[in-house]
């Protein structure tokens, strides 16, 4: 008999399409693994609690994240796309999970604390937070449950997912010590590019921000936003610089496959100078070369839409057999079987 492959879940919140900060960040990253082990890609749709007034939004965004992921080069044939909702044992599980989760660990939890945060109005003390779903405050829990629901070994994520994880870890001992060892201690794994800068120079490439190049752009939409970046204090064509200081190396150091050549260009701005046009033309071609393939199988799959139904069907129909199976285990460790005859 073959041996089991270990498992990895990991999942991404269905709220619009994917950029570049998500290729280096997870994608580059998955796309790897994804030969090597045995693996679950959910996309997380009872987590999207803050676009409850766009119910449209969500449901066109799951079809848009898959459509990513294929044009991206996931294989569904090996890998498994899972729609969160359509395996509703995820619900199941994270409600016996809440058994065992202490609520300090939600209150002292730093992601989620920064995000509730910002979506009540930050600079409204009376509203702060106000508008925070219970969903929304719960959701580290349904991550937990989507993680153990497949008893996962490894869930690569990024930086800013680490405490989610951790309470994973820890719910996953507390119900392994009190009820019974079913659940492997999951490690998290963070990409090469745990978080990229957006072309604003703001902190993070994010879609709320509007500061992306995203997986669906043309050609000439990439060297549109390139030529419009950000790309350090001021400062003239022959004059150095600061590689620190100019994003446009953040994103060199992020796509482009000849690192001797970007070393290269760093030392001779810091010497010399180099103009930024030549530093964004060279990074308009490098992502250009990165998402042209992208483009390539996007095109067959947007002309043939069914493949994107049949890859998110398949594979959420493969996580439901091993949904049910932990469910069975959880079940019957906590000896729920009420009718039975005894
Ligand atoms: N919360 C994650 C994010 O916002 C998405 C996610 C949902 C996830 N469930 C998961 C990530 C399980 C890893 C494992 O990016």
Redesign the pocket.
Known sequence: MQFERRRI?????PTGPLHVGHYAGALENWIKLQREYDCYF?I?DY?VSDFASDLPRVRNAVREVALDWLAAGLDPSGASFVIESMVPEHAELMTWLAWYTPIGMLERNPTLKAEMEAIGDPGDAATKGKSVSVAFYI?PMM?AA??LLFRSHL?P??ED?LP?VELTREVARRFNRDVKAIFPEPEALTGRVPRLVGIDGGAKMSKSLGNTIDLTDSAETVARKVRGMYAGPPRGAKESGTVAENPVFAYLDAFDPDVAQVMHLKQRYERTGVSNKELKDRLTRVLNELLEPMRDRRAKYDANPSLVRDALEQGTQRARAIAKETMAMVRDALDLDYFRKR
């Open positions: 879940l990991t999942g991404i919140r959910l997380a987590q959701y991550q989507n993680i869930v994520v990024g997912q989610h």
